[in-house]
């Protein structure tokens, strides 16, 4: 697909789906978290704080694909220590 519509097209969105997957996994399945985890990982994903920048920057796809992951990896945790800080937000059970 780079080579027909160029660096990280935007008709290509295989990349954030996987960074939002990665972002929620293993994580409570409510509809608050659903949005507050699309909500952060939007934030890291335009940001881009080390070391999603740098990995943006990997040849090919690898690229497109390394920067949502690890904004992906940087939502979850952010998730998880969110939960661990207000436990009245998991569910219960």
């Known amino acids: 697909m780079e ?4 660096s990280d097209p935007p008709q ?3 990349d954030e789906m996987v960074g939002y997957w990665i972002a929620m996994l293993a994580l409570p399945r409510t ?8 909500l952060i990982f939007r ?9 999603v920048r740098r990995a943006e920057r990997l040849p ?3 690229g497109v694909m390394a920067d949502d ?5 940087y939502t979850n945790l952010t998730l998880r ?3 661990w800080l207000a436990p009245a937000l998991r569910p219960p059970g």
């Open 3 to 6: 080579r027909k519509l160029g």
């Open 12 to 14: 290509v969105v295989v």
């Open 31 to 38: 509809w608050m978290l659903a949005v507050a985890g699309f």
């Open 43 to 51: 934030i890291f994903d335009i940001f881009k704080p080390f070391p």
């Open 60 to 62: 090919r796809g690898w």
């Open 69 to 73: 992951a690890l904004a992906g990896i």
């Open 81 to 83: 220590v969110i939960l």
